[in-house]
């Protein structure tokens, strides 16, 4: 079993930044892939971005160039960086891991981009 706990999420005006980060409660061994999800409401969840554990990254279109996804292996952490970031991006943001065929969610976190 693997706990995760975001934190990061906020209030934010049009064009700001965010950073996101996710600790997992132990080491997640390779392979696996850690992402971000998020869901509007009356919204699904939809993939934000992914980070396999070679190193690759995939993004949602809706996000490239702004977002980035990073990792931190030593603190069993996964970060997203949120720049020029748009009222559409307005969401819970979901943290997730996937290994071995088993899915692991962290509880959410609320990020507001209003003026």
């Known amino acids: 079993q693997v706990q995760l706990v975001e934190s990061g999420g906020g209030l934010v005006q049009p064009g700001g930044s965010l950073r996101l980060s996710c600790e997992a409660s132990?080491?997640?061994?390779?392979?696996?892939?850690m992402g971000w999800y998020r869901q509007a409401p009356g919204n699904q969840r939809e993939l934000v971005a992914r980070?396999?554990?070679?190193?690759?990254?995939v993004y949602a279109d809706s996000v490239k160039g702004r977002f980035t996804i990073s990792r931190d292996n030593a603190k069993n952490t996964v970060f997203l960086q949120m720049n020029s970031l748009k009222p559409e991006d307005t969401a819970v943001y979901y943290c997730n891991v996937r290994q071995l065929g088993v899915e692991f969610w962290g509880q959410g976190t609320q990020v507001t981009v209003s003026s």
């Open positions: 132990r080491s997640i061994f390779s392979p696996y892939a």
């Open positions: 980070i396999f554990s070679g190193g690759s990254t």
